[in-house]
């Protein structure tokens, strides 16, 4: 064994060392009691991890653009006797958001911990996306938690501690094809996310870089398709819905709020997604070949062009056959269908 392989292995041994006595050394976040503001907080996965942090003893802050559904959300927590409010917002504008965020404090009186999940989903193949699909999706996945987070980060430090949680995606860690704009975006969020988390440490504030794979919230209806719309709509309904390689919105919710309430520094959500970054590390070129393949069979730029269209509006047999069945069901328990 040569001079540079020990040292390598010292420093691995003593970095995995460090790891541990600090794992050891960090306690758990009690919710009880505490202030969680979640960014699309209405439906999906933002309403299922206001239902998990709920049940934890926690009060609710969403924030949401839609009225109704907004309401309905908090209808569905009053019901389960969560403590909640909400606020209409567009995260994209930032005096939107430092005024949501001065609402809920009067409102609460503290603020403890920032969910950033609001997002946008657009899916077609590159060539029907516009320069206005770039930067809706960095507006949202970037610039949003941008501003959501130096607007609520003065209360955290003034409490010297709290958690920020930032819902990113496996987009974020593997740029999958049709999914251009949102990919960039998110790898936008990884980045910002995990240097966040180096800089807070030392106020006593941790955060959760949260990498989800597939999962079944029922959000596809609700996504925007462009060229052969309903093609990409079937592709991307029956993946969001196969056992095994997804996951439900309520195990994605549960694993997300322990790894908020132990501060961990990453949490990547299914097998698959952690397979997929595992191997795109070590084989970053071959997945890149591979998902070369994987275009060539996805829907072609055709259809309607650089036109966008609702999930719900690119219906076929395909996407509304048994394949999707958990999918439609997770729609019409997490508010995704509308009122």
């Known amino acids: 064994m040569n001079r540079l392989t020990r040292t390598a292995l010292a420093l691995g041994a003593a970095g995995f060392g460090a790891w541990l006595l600090l794992s050891k050394r960090r306690p758990s976040y009690s919710f009880q009691d505490k202030v969680v503001l979640i960014t699309g907080g209405s439906r999906g996965l933002g309403l299922v991890m206001a239902r998990e942090f709920g049940r934890q003893g926690a009060r609710l802050a969403l924030a949401a653009r839609n009225p109704q559904e907004l309401e309905q959300a908090l209808v569905d927590l009053g019901d389960r006797g969560v403590p909640a409010s909400g606020v209409i917002c567009d995260i994209t504008d930032p005096y939107q958001v430092q005024e949501m965020v001065t609402a809920f404090h009067r409102h609460f009186g503290r603020i403890d911990v920032l969910v950033n999940n609001a997002g946008v989903i657009e899916v077609g193949p590159m060539e029907v996306m516009t320069l206005a699909d770039y930067q809706e999706a960095m507006q949202t996945h970037f610039w949003g938690p941008l501003h959501t987070t130096l607007a ?62 597939l999962m079944r919230t029922g959000s596809p209806r609700n996504a925007t398709f462009k060229g052969q719309h309903r093609a990409e709509y079937a592709w991307f309904s029956i993946s969001d819905s196969l056992p095994g390689l997804s996951i439900s919105a309520e195990h994605a919710a549960r694993r997300i709020v322990r790894a908020c309430k132990y501060g961990d520094a990453e949490v990547i959500l299914s097998l698959p997604a952690r397979a997929a970054v595992v191997f795109h590390g070590v084989f970053p070129g071959l997945t890149a070949d591979i998902l070369g393949l994987v275009n060539r069979v996805l829907p072609g730029p055709g259809g309607i062009g650089t036109e966008r269209a609702l999930g719900k509006e690119s219906t076929s047999a395909l996407s509304e056959s048994w394949l999707t069945g958990l999918t439609q069901r997770a729609a019409r328990r997490n508010n995704e269908i509308g009122v």
């Open 152 to 213: 609520v980060l003065p209360h955290l430090k003034q409490r010297g501690e709290g958690r920020i949680v930032n819902i990113t995606s496996i987009g974020g860690k593997v740029s999958v094809p049709h999914l251009l704009p949102y990919s960039a975006s998110k790898f936008a969020l990884v980045g910002f996310s995990e240097g966040l988390r180096a800089e807070l440490a030392k106020d006593g504030i941790l955060v959760t870089t949260v990498v989800p794979g």
